[in-house]
């Protein structure tokens, strides 16, 4: 027979369990969706990304090289090879590395933009065909530093902005 105490622990844990499903019976689940590789693609290789813009940060192209390279490494079950029989071949240029207003105010520019635009084609090998991907971002900064503060202040944003948008139009076709 159950002592009265573990009765009322049973009742207590079975109202919790059915409190629960009626609170996240009504909610909605929302799920981003998940890396998307076919599964016979199980290799990558990652080519450095030459900076092909008319002005050249010379930081850039390693950067965000070596930070795309991380991140596919990490959150992809793809394993990275140098060969040439990759199942995968990712390769890309730099082509837009520019400098603009972008804030104007009393006649004079408070702020500034840096415009970064990546050009990325992964070659499915398996496929016997290209995908081509475009990816620009804006950083804006206060007209008042110089562009190399600009650049040292935006350096890290930057690399991880716009690796994340490449890892994401390659796996996720954002």
């Known amino acids: ?23 996240f019976a009504g909610c909605k689940v929302y799920k981003f969706v998940d890396v998307a590789i076919p599964k016979d693609i199980k290799t990558i290789k990652i080519n450095f990304i030459e900076n092909k813009a ?74 016997g065909k290209p995908t081509e991907y475009d990816v620009s971002r804006n950083f804006e900064f206060d007209s008042k530093l110089s562009l190399q503060q600009a650049e040292a202040a935006l350096a890290d944003n930057m690399i991880r902005d716009l690796t994340d948008d490449i890892f994401n139009r390659i796996f996720s076709n954002w």
């Open 1 to 23: 027979m159950l002592s009265l105490s573990r009765l009322a622990k049973k009742i207590n844990t079975g109202l919790l369990l059915l409190l629960a499903m009626a609170i």
């Open 54 to 127: 008319p002005y050249i940060n010379p930081q850039l192209s390693q950067r965000v090289t070596d930070r795309l390279r991380q991140k596919i490494l990490s959150q992809t079950r793809l394993n990275q090879t140098n060969a040439d029989n990759a199942d995968w071949e990712v390769s890309g240029e730099i082509r837009d590395y520019s400098f603009s207003t972008s804030g104007i105010s009393n006649q004079q520019t408070t702020n500034s933009r840096i415009t970064v635009s990546i050009h990325i084609t992964v070659y499915d090998h398996k496929a």
